[in-house]
């Protein structure tokens, strides 16, 4: 063997794959790179080994006496490069931490799956509760959860590390047909309009909303009492009635966004702000790599969707 180098794993490979079709090209279009890339790879195991590997005279390649011994040996030398690495990804994957996260539905079903795409390089393993806030509260003060993103900011519970994310308004949806009859009107004139549609007050978002509205003086006719955004979008939609919600709900249940209006939020301005909230001491590192990248997501993702379906919403949905 002649002197000027050795040869490396990638060398082989490329030689395998010269070895396997016969042909440059070939070769080339399965390793996904040029063929001058895979002649001068060629060109380099010949080289180093001071001897031809393949018969040039033949179409397709044939490989030469030298050829054959070194294809013997060369695919698994590349199989064992190729477990070895994996080996050591596995090994890296298992030694970072596994974290046990909640959303609320309108955060897990538009920003969660981005967040999830990001936080899932820094975790072995990700697991993801939805579903109301209430419910995620006593998760995390049981130690089932490790972090939760809710409205829910526990404010009577120590040793909790709150994290602000956003805030964002309430706005009114109505029918599309209706749209017209519930421009300009009062809270008061939009319920003598149609039916109101309540969120659950078993949940924090509907809690909320019942709280505004006796605050401020109005006491809609029961009707409608539903848990989740996309089934308030839902019914809305059917003409069955109008609701008071957050642009994120909206993008929850967008499959509807034909068949409703969407409006200002008559009276008093009203929003919510969403939280993240963890155990002081653990986990630290990795709440804030869901912090940034929740915040991340919705600058760079979420925002802008929002402000295409709903113009007039200007910056009333910011970081907080």
Request: with cysteine.
């Amino acid at each position: 063997m002649k002197q000027g180098g050795l040869l490396d794993v990638r060398m082989l490979r490329i030689f395998e794959a010269v070895a396997a079709t016969g042909n440059v090209s070939r070769a080339a279009e399965k390793l996904g790179i040029t063929q001058s890339a895979v002649s001068q790879a060629l060109a380099q195991v010949e080289r180093i080994l001071g001897t031809p590997v393949f018969d040039r005279a033949h179409r397709p390649f044939t490989l030469t006496p030298a050829g054959i011994a070194l294809s013997r040996r060369a695919r698994h030398i590349v199989d064992d490069i190729d477990r070895l690495v994996s080996d050591v990804r596995e090994a890296d994957l298992a030694s970072r931490p596994a974290i046990r996260v909640g959303m609320i539905d309108s955060f897990a079903a538009t920003a969660g799956p981005a967040i999830v795409k990001k936080v899932t390089a820094s975790a072995s393993q990700l697991l993801l509760w939805s579903g109301l806030a209430n419910s995620h509260s006593q998760a995390l003060l049981n130690r089932q959860l490790d972090l939760i993103i809710t409205s829910d900011t526990l404010e009577d519970v120590d040793r909790i590390v709150r994290r602000v994310i956003f805030t964002e308004p309430f706005i009114l949806v109505v029918p599309a047909q209706k749209k017209k009859e519930f421009e300009g009107v009062s809270l008061l004139q939009a319920i003598q309009l149609a039916p109101f549609i309540r969120f659950s007050a078993r949940s924090h978002f509907g809690a909320t909303i019942e709280r505004h509205l006796r605050r401020t003086g109005h006491s809609p006719v029961p009707s409608l009492e539903i848990d989740t955004a996309d089934v308030v979008m839902a019914m809305v939609a059917a003409g069955l009635g109008w609701s008071i919600t957050t642009p994120l709900c909206v993008l929850q249940g967008r499959a509807y966004l034909q068949q409703i209006a969407i409006l200002p939020l008559p009276g008093t301005p009203f929003s919510r702000t969403v939280h993240q909230l963890s155990r002081e001491g653990e986990y630290e590192e990795m709440a804030g790599h869901v912090f940034q990248a929740s915040r991340s997501v919705l600058e760079g993702e979420i925002f802008p969707l929002l402000r295409d379906y709903i113009p007039w919403l200007d910056d009333s949905m910011t970081l907080s």
